[in-house]
């Protein structure tokens, strides 16, 4: 037996050679780094050997093993104290020094694993490599002891650059750019140091003490501890990728806070590198946050290297977190995916790195917002404020009170190995791996008391409501949401005292106005506040989607009944164009899951639907019963942002190339001018991000690209389509305002 000892002073030394006397009497002990335990092995394969390390314990220890912030403050790591002082604490405090032990490992065991890994190599090679082994032995059996938030990679550049297959593939790219191998190696070197995170224990600390003031008193984290523990059984066999929504600088935060709490070993933060600057890049990379390239152009070696530090992350079970959408939601609702992270993951999951990878859809929401008014102001032509020091500071200014509750939610996982052979092969496989997560975030984020009560408010256009009249109004709302068993605690606002305090959390935010003036307050969206409220609206958009479009078909039945057609067919082919339109928008099922999700729906709308709709009678009759319709006050900001492009395309020269930034600017300009007119149902639909999803929905259909009398066709089709489903939504408007008057001249109101 050898005792493979990690000792940086005497004084560790001392206490493993203590150690080992006790526990294995006669066993020799070797520095990590002697290269004579290259020699040992050779000579006596049986050998075992079992490496070992002194832990230190802070003082007055807390059961978290934090550092305190003295420590931070001095920049001195209680885990592993400056050696010179390993003698003092070691008489003074001998219970804050543990001999930490790896998993032993034979000689031949050791050489056989090094073969594979390097292919070959001499005394030195294998040296170095039982050294790293030996070193992250210990590392895991340390988390026992200072527990799993800590769980960091080491030494990660040598282990991938000693892979004879990195090696093999790093000569192909060599082969290609006609370049010496061993220059090609220094830049992948250099390019994996860029990449890999040097965490240690003490940077993760300081890291989450300087960064909490961007959340900590702003926001009461919340998760279920249900969902955490489900998802730790399943880290032990695979490595989780989350992939969380982005509606906030602070997500990341958030979630490191309950995976913290929760003692779960830490992600390895994929973020851009607008986000590097002094302080949070020099410790965010000490702390586990990879700032990555925004863009890698032809750089061979920095995609090899990429695709390798993926594989070994996942290979070694290290937990992996980014943002689909590619930055945060400008519109409240998920933005389309962006494939590249996803696609080097693959890439890296397709050479081996792992039996398998689980996706982990996850849910990040807020009950208010002080970043949303800037983010929202950017989709009228604001300009996004760059982000720096000074930036970090006014963000910190504005987060100084509670507004409310942050809510971490997390879906089924997805095994990546499923999802990728559902998928197929072709161009698409990607884009529907994608989506799947996409439709899994939405499936776990609740609906929140704000988002509810500004869906409710923005469908009562500029017109003020009293409490009685907003809990009419909300009151059939909340018993949809409770049929459909929708996520989210927002029963509660059935207490007239729960629904005043959310309206007043509006008004204080600037969304809403209340006067108080009269007999009784009452409240309404406040002047340019409609951007706002349809951010916190469409956070839960997604949830009313098919009740909306099931409205909008049932008018297409009522007129099918005029004409004698089958109207069930006509209901589902509108609803089924409806989908068509909205695609850029928002996340459907495939074909066959929506029509069965769109009975459903009618299942909860009336349980007898199929009889109702053999009579126009009987489809009147299920029109007056509902309580309250949405389709006006979810779709108009859509289709009515869809008007404007497609006007603005049918006004074109079809010969003429479309400049994307000066179209949208051009849209921006001339959907203020319909709003004054009083041509849209809202402010909300003036949006550059709605605007461009519908650019983007004509490209689609071929209708930007320059052509002839095709092109104008096609432009002119949709231009009537959307005029048809506006006079749709005016009518459904129109109903529900009928609803609406009852409410407001209520007696009891």
């Known amino acids: 037996m050898v005792v493979l000892a990690e000792a940086r002073s005497d004084t560790e030394r001392e206490l493993i050679t203590t150690w080992a006397a006790r526990e294995h009497p006669g066993a020799q002990v070797i520095a990590q780094n002697d290269p004579a335990i290259a020699a040992r092995i050779d000579a006596d394969p049986e050998t075992l050997v079992v490496p070992a390390r002194v832990t230190w314990l802070p003082k007055d220890a807390r059961g978290d093993n934090r550092a305190r912030l003295s420590d931070l403050v001095t920049l001195t790591d209680p885990r592993r104290p400056w050696a010179p002082v390993h003698k003092w604490i070691a008489a003074r405090a001998p219970e804050r020094a543990r001999v930490t032990v790896g998993e032993p490992a034979s000689g031949a065991d050791l050489r056989k694993r090094f073969m594979s890994e390097a292919g070959t190599g001499g005394a030195a090679g294998l040296a170095a490599f039982v050294a790293r082994q030996g070193l992250l032995a210990c590392e895991r059996s340390e988390r026992v002891v200072i527990g799993d938030r ?49 965490q240690s224990p003490l940077a993760i600390d300081a890291f989450r003490a300087v960064m909490r003031p961007l959340h900590a008193n702003a926001w009461t984290v919340e998760a279920r501890t249900e969902e955490i523990e489900s998802l730790r059984e399943q880290n032990k066999k695979h490595a989780l990728i989350f992939l969380p929504s982005h509606r906030s600088y602070v997500d990341p935060l958030v979630l490191a806070q309950v995976l913290t709490e929760h003692d779960f070993p830490r992600n390895h933060l994929l973020g851009g590198d607008n986000m590097s600057f002094w302080p949070i890049g020099p410790l965010g990379k000490r702390a586990g946050v990879i700032f990555i390239r925004r863009s890698f152009g032809d750089d061979l070696i920095y995609k090899l290297a990429v695709r390798e530090y993926f594989s070994y992350l996942v290979a070694k079970r290290f937990n992996i977190e980014w943002y689909i959408e590619g930055g945060r939601t400008r519109t409240g609702k998920l933005r389309p995916p962006k494939y590249g992270l996803l696609h080097y993951l693959t890439q890296a999951f ?42 970090m500071v006014d963000y910190i200014r ?7 509750a942050a809510r971490v939610r997390f879906g089924q996982p997805l095994s990546l190995r499923d999802a990728l052979d559902e998928a197929g092969e072709g161009r698409a496989r990607l884009e529907k791996v994608a989506f799947r997560i996409c ?142 339109l909205l695609k850029f928008e928002f996340f459907f099922a495939d074909k066959r899951t929506f029509l069965a999700q769109l009975r459903e729906e009618l299942n909860v709308l009336a349980p007898d639907w199929e009889d109702r709709l053999k009579s126009e009678e009987g489809v009147a009759t299920l029109w007056a019963e ?102 749709d939504l005016s009518k459904i408007d129109q109903m529900d305002r009928a609803v609406l008057e009852e409410v407001l001249h209520d007696g009891d109101g």
């Open 150 to 198: 800590y769980k960091v990679p080491r030494l990660v550049a040598e282990q991938i650059t000693a892979s004879a297959s990195f090696r093999t593939k790093l000569a192909e790219v060599a082969d290609k750019l006609n370049r010496p191998f061993d220059g090609v190696m220094d830049d992948a070197e250099s390019c994996l140091e860029e990449l890999a995170t040097v």
């Open 398 to 404: 504005a987060q100084r009170r509670n507004v409310g």
């Open 439 to 580: 439709v899994g975030i939405n499936e776990v984020t609740p609906v929140t008391p704000t988002s509810l009560a500004t869906l409710a408010l923005l469908g009562s256009r500029d017109r003020a409501l009293n409490l009685a009249q907003m809990a009419r109004l909300t009151a059939p709302l909340l018993d949809y949401t409770e049929q459909r068993a929708i996520p989210g605690e927002v029963q509660n606002l059935r207490k007239p005292a729960a629904l005043a305090a959310v309206l007043d959390d509006l008004v204080e935010a600037g969304v809403a106005d209340v006067y108080k003036g009269g007999t009784e307050p009452v409240w309404s969206i406040a002047q340019g506040g409609h951007h706002v409220a349809a951010f916190y609206r469409n956070g839960a958009l997604h949830h009313f989607l098919n009740r909306a479009i099931i409205e909008l078909a049932m008018l297409r039945v009522v007129d099918d009944h005029k004409a004698g057609g089958d109207v069930l067919d006509a209901g589902l082919d509108q609803a089924l164009a409806l989908r068509d």
């Open 350 to 391: 397709d050479a081996g790195g792992a039996d398998d990878v689980l996706l982990v859809p996850t849910s990040i929401s807020y009950d208010r917002q002080s970043e949303v008014r800037k983010v929202t102001e950017e989709q009228t032509g604001g300009t996004k404020q760059r982000e720096g020091l000074a930036w």
């Open 626 to 727: 509902q309580k309250a319709l949405v389709a006006h006050r979810a779709l108009s900001s859509f289709i009515d942002a869809q008007l404007v492009v497609a006007e603005r395309l049918e006004q074109r020269d079809p010969r003429q190339a479309i400049e994307r930034d000066a179209f949208l600017k051009e849209c921006l300009a001339i959907g203020h001018q319909m709003l004054l007119q009083g041509r849209l149902h809202g402010a909300e639909a003036v949006s550059r991000e709605l605007f461009a999803g519908a650019l983007d929905l004509a490209a689609n259909r071929d209708l930007v690209d320059p052509g002839r009398d095709e092109v104008t066709a096609g432009r002119q089709a949709w231009l009537e389509e959307l005029r048809a489903v506006r006079a």
